[in-house]
């Protein structure tokens, strides 16, 4: 696979506001290629807050996002081509397939999307044998696998965006998880997550930010 070009994700100043609650704030970082961010934190801290402003769903109550020098809301859609974010929800529609949910999410994405494609990432999570089984019969763990599955077919985004992917996954699962993301950053990707789980990852570079503290 070819590496990614050269990329810079910068937060500065970050603040986030819910309410009349302030999460955090003046929070900064910057991430360059091979870059891995784990921000951990307990549940209300904002954690997945913070993933939602670095893809440019939630503008954050002051401070700045940018991506190669450049702010992320005047790049818009040329910014979102450029990353995958995958949420603690799973998104699987119950009376799809395995082979049909990943093909749909992959489409509405934008990556690719044909059969070949489709079957080699869900056996690479471990799902040939359930692929055409309807969703709502998967467990838990399997449904994570699928929705995790579209990073493989996400070779081309240099910024994976990551909401809790360790969870829900068994031993084998988190195994095969680590390896995509240790993949992907020795290939000069960047990828910002966020867990409850002390996993090790390989990165060339690694930081972590715990909020709440």
Same mark, same amino acid.
């Given at each position: 696979?070819?590496?990614?070009?050269? %990329?810079?994700?910068?937060?500065? &100043? $970050?603040? @986030?506001?819910?309410?009349?609650?302030?999460?955090?704030?003046?929070?900064?970082?910057?991430?360059?290629?091979? &870059?891995?961010?784990?921000?951990?934190?307990?549940?209300?801290?904002?954690?997945?807050?913070?993933? !939602?402003?670095? @893809?440019?769903?939630?503008?954050?109550?002051? &401070?700045?996002?940018?991506?190669?020098?450049?702010?992320i809301r005047a790049l818009a859609e040329e910014y979102?081509?450029?990353?995958?974010?995958?949420?603690?929800?799973?998104?699987?529609?119950?009376?799809?397939? #395995? !082979?049909?949910?990943? &093909?749909?999410?992959? !489409?509405?994405?934008?990556?690719?999307?044909?059969?070949?494609?489709? *079957?080699?990432?869900? !056996?690479?999570?471990?799902?040939?044998? @359930?692929?055409?089984?309807? @969703?709502?019969? $998967?467990?838990?763990?399997?449904?994570?696998?699928? %929705?995790?599955?579209?990073?493989?077919?996400? #070779?081309?985004?240099?910024?994976? =965006?990551?909401?809790?992917?360790?969870? *829900?996954?068994?031993? #084998?699962?988190?195994? =095969?998880?680590?390896?995509?993301?240790?993949?992907?950053?020795?290939?000069?990707?960047? *990828?910002?997550?966020?867990?409850?789980?002390?996993?090790? =990852?390989?990165?060339?570079? #690694?930081?972590?930010?715990?909020?709440?503290?």
């Amino acid at each position: 696979m070819t590496p990614h070009h050269r %990329a810079t994700l910068r937060a500065t &100043g $970050l603040d @986030c506001v819910r309410g009349e609650r302030r999460l955090f704030g003046g929070l900064s970082f910057e991430l360059g290629n091979g &870059g891995l961010l784990q921000v951990s934190g307990p549940n209300g801290s904002g954690k997945t807050s913070l993933l !939602r402003m670095v @893809c440019g769903l939630l503008p954050p109550a002051a &401070g700045t996002i940018e991506w190669n020098g450049s702010l992320i809301r005047a790049l818009a859609e040329e910014y979102n081509a450029g990353l995958v974010y995958i949420g603690h929800l799973n998104a699987a529609k119950e009376e799809l397939n #395995a !082979r049909e949910t990943l &093909g749909l999410a992959a !489409r509405l994405a934008g990556l690719p999307s044909d059969p070949a494609a489709v *079957a080699a990432a869900l !056996r690479d999570f471990g799902l040939s044998g @359930c692929d055409r089984l309807p @969703c709502k019969v $998967l467990s838990q763990g399997q449904k994570r696998r699928l %929705a995790l599955a579209r990073l493989k077919l996400s #070779a081309s985004r240099a910024l994976w =965006v990551l909401d809790e992917p360790f969870a *829900a996954l068994d031993a #084998a699962g988190i195994a =095969v998880m680590r390896e995509a993301l240790e993949d992907h950053l020795a290939r000069g990707g960047l *990828a910002l997550l966020t867990t409850h789980q002390a996993v090790p =990852v390989a990165a060339p570079s #690694a930081q972590t930010i715990e909020l709440g503290a």
